[in-house]
């Protein structure tokens, strides 16, 4: 995730960079630092996969699809781009997002005419569960079917939150831009939505890994989750 130093997620909203640093130099750091995580794809919530995706909804006549199997589409040696999609609300109109193989994680009750309109598209997708929010069964489900073991978690607020509730994140990597939002109840990169008592990282603790300060003064820093101590 790229946030300002307050934490905030939206970075057309931050303080614009000092004089003789690029705004489009921060703004590739995102994708220089990614190949170096390792991992075979990443994963979105349906809020930003809609931004990212350009498709438009259409109907598209069942081909009499019944059951809640997984499907695969030509990933070929593409890595995933994959949605946290509980009730079916993306379209793609065409079956990659960054030139990765789109992937859908469904609820088992998306309609028939949905999962049509994605095997035209030829976009893969999963079930995780009845109601598409069990996380660990969607995790499962992606690695037996696409043979990954790593895949980066790029939010928004609401599924980073949802992951880190869920105890589903091994390790963060965070771009701190030089910036500033300031405003209150601007969403941050963790947003679970819950109870005041509720704490979502109970239970887990943060071991440093590394900072590198990047050109422009963006600072990147990795921390693995371990369990906490007794
Ligand atoms: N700064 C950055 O690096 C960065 C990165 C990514 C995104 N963003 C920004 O973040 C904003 C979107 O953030 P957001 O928090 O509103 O949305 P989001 O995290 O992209 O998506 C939230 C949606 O995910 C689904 N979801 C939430 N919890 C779930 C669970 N436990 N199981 C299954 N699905 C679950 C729900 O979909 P349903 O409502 O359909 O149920 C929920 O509305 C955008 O403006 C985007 O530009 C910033």
Avoid at 1 to 10: C, E, Q
Avoid at 21 to 49: F, I, N, Q
Avoid at 127 to 149: C, I, Q, S, Y
């Amino acid at each position: 995730m790229v946030t300002s130093i307050d934490g905030r997620l939206h970075p057309s909203r931050f303080t614009v960079p000092v004089a003789g640093v690029d705004k489009d130099r921060l703004r590739r750091h995102y994708d220089e630092v990614s190949p170096r995580l390792g991992a075979r794809g990443w994963m979105c919530g349906r809020v930003t996969m809609q931004e990212i995706s350009k498709g438009k909804g259409r109907t598209v006549t069942s081909p009499g699809i019944t059951s809640r199997e997984a499907f695969v589409g030509d990933r070929g040696d593409r890595d995933l781009a994959v949605a946290i999609d509980p009730n079916g609300k993306v379209h793609y109109g065409q079956d990659h997002l960054h030139g990765d193989h789109a992937v859908a994680v469904l609820s088992e009750g998306v309609s028939d005419t949905y999962l049509a309109e994605l095997l035209e598209d030829g976009v893969s997708y999963v079930f995780a569960g009845p109601d598409g929010r069990d996380l660990a069964k969607a995790m499962d489900a992606l690695g037996e079917t696409f043979g990954v073991e790593t895949l980066l978690l790029e939010g928004g607020a609401g599924i980073n939150g949802a992951f880190l509730k869920a105890g589903l994140i091994d390790e963060i990597s965070v771009l701190i831009q030089p910036a500033v939002d300031g405003l209150a109840g601007v969403q941050s990169i963790f947003e679970y939505r819950g109870g005041p008592d509720e704490r979502p990282g109970a239970g887990q603790a943060l071991r440093h890994m590394s900072t590198e300060t990047l050109e422009g003064g963006m600072v990147w820093l990795r921390y693995r989750v371990e369990q906490a101590p007794t």
